[in-house]
């Protein structure tokens, strides 16, 4: 389950409509935020919906149904025309936007009057990224059996290593937990470190 940065949650609430972009460098969490808006819009109003755009294409092909929420990943690669589009749909059907993008979209929602709040990624504050981190080895683990865990030096060497880029710091797990990990035991500090020494 993907976990909601707070200054995501402030506009979730029912009486909320503005449209949100999520900016941020790659791997800061702009589309994990995504998958965690979508669990949040099924308990608020029940119909969301989701696209993610991929490298070279342009276009989305979602059909809108009313005032729905949508989520757009990777929204800087939406043509001009395309962006437009989007801006129509949000006009006449009321459908509430969320953008993870690499680009900011506020002079396009300026230039047709409508409001947008903007969240930037380019820093995770602690807590989230030990949050988000241990999630992860939650979500993994077979239910009802024991799993790792992670001791609190071993998130403070994570996030000394890695700063906010938690795309980084996961991959770097993911070649720890092949290699390293046999038995469900806190994970310390010494082992990443001895790890980090192979790695690049």
């Known amino acids: ?6 200054a995501v949650s402030a506009f979730l609430g029912r009486g909320d409509t503005t449209s949100v972009q999520i900016l941020g460098p790659a791997g800061h969490g702009k589309s994990s935020t995504l998958r965690a808006v979508m669990r949040e819009a099924r308990q608020l109003q029940g119909c969301p919906q989701y696209e993610y ?37 949000r006009l006449q059907h009321g459908t509430r936007l969320f953008l993870a993008s690499h680009e900011d979209l506020t002079t396009l929602f300026r230039t047709n009057n409508l409001p947008l709040h903007t969240v930037t990624l380019n820093t995770i504050g602690e807590s989230h990224f030990d ?8 979500y993994f683990a077979f239910p009802g059996e024991p799993h790792a865990t992670f001791s609190r030096d071993a998130l403070v060497f994570l996030r000394e290593r890695f700063g906010s880029d938690l795309r980084q710091a996961e991959r770097f797990l993911f070649d720890f937990f092949q290699t390293s990990v046999r038995v469900p035991e806190p994970i310390v500090a010494r082992q990443l470190r001895r790890e980090s020494r192979s790695s690049p």
Do not use: K, Y
């Not at 389950?1 to 707070?6: A, D, I, L």
């Not at 989520?71 to 749909?89: G, K, M, P, T, Y």
């Not at 949050?131 to 939650?138: D, K, M």
């Open 1 to 6: 389950m993907s976990v909601t940065p707070v």
């Open 53 to 89: 755009i991929p490298n070279g294409t342009s276009v989305f092909v979602t059909g809108l149904l009313g005032d729905c929420w949508f989520c757009v990943d990777e929204a800087q690669r939406l043509s001009n025309r395309e962006r437009e589009r989007l801006i129509h749909l």
């Open 131 to 138: 949050a988000i981190l241990e999630n992860r080895l939650t």
